[in-house]
């Protein structure tokens, strides 16, 4: 008799359902939209791959629990495949072949794997974990870390903070931190939107 298939899925709450990367995106089956994470995220990281834009993370304190997605990835793919590419994504060495071998005393950079069992009737569903590393959390210190990232080259690729921020209200996530973050960007740089303190951060001087 043979064994059933374990299906692993893998959470996304920030920027992992919009971009889910070329290794996990042509195995994804599906999707279980309308998931709540079962921890709090805030934006309380500051991305290098983003030019050091805020980037959501779970938190020990403040933050929320916030809408996010399920996804379903082909029968075939183990949980060990699955961690190594979900590892491999969020530390940018796709395509690198290495696998995924989490350290026993992680640090604050380390980013982890973490496992949930029967998550959304699925039988592994796996999550990135890293640490957060800002330490003057305040909606003034986000914007100002997002206007610094748009005005890099990160802007210009669309891997800055307001782009972060602006796939994350889109996605329906939710902090407590997110409305004055938005409201202090506005401020900042006399936008009307956020749309347009993009468009006006990245605008090339002649």
Known sequence: M???KIVVGILAYGSLGDDPGVEIGPLITGKIENVETPFRVEFARTSRTRGGAPTLVPVSKGGARVEATVLVLEE???EDDA???LWRRETRREWSGK???PPSEPGVNEVMVRRLENFERLD???YAEIGANITDLTPRKLAE???RSARSKAGREKKDGITYLIGAKNNGVKT???PEYEGEI???TGAETIEQAHKMLTMRKP
Request: hydrophobic share 55%.
């Open 124 to 126: 592994v569903v796996l």
């Open 83 to 85: 961690a190594g590419m």
């Open 145 to 147: 870390l997002a206007i």
């Open 76 to 78: 075939r793919v183990s």
């Open 176 to 178: 407590p931190l997110m």
């Open 2 to 4: 043979s064994r059933r």
């Open 99 to 101: 696998r995924y071998d």
């Open 186 to 188: 506005l401020r900042l």
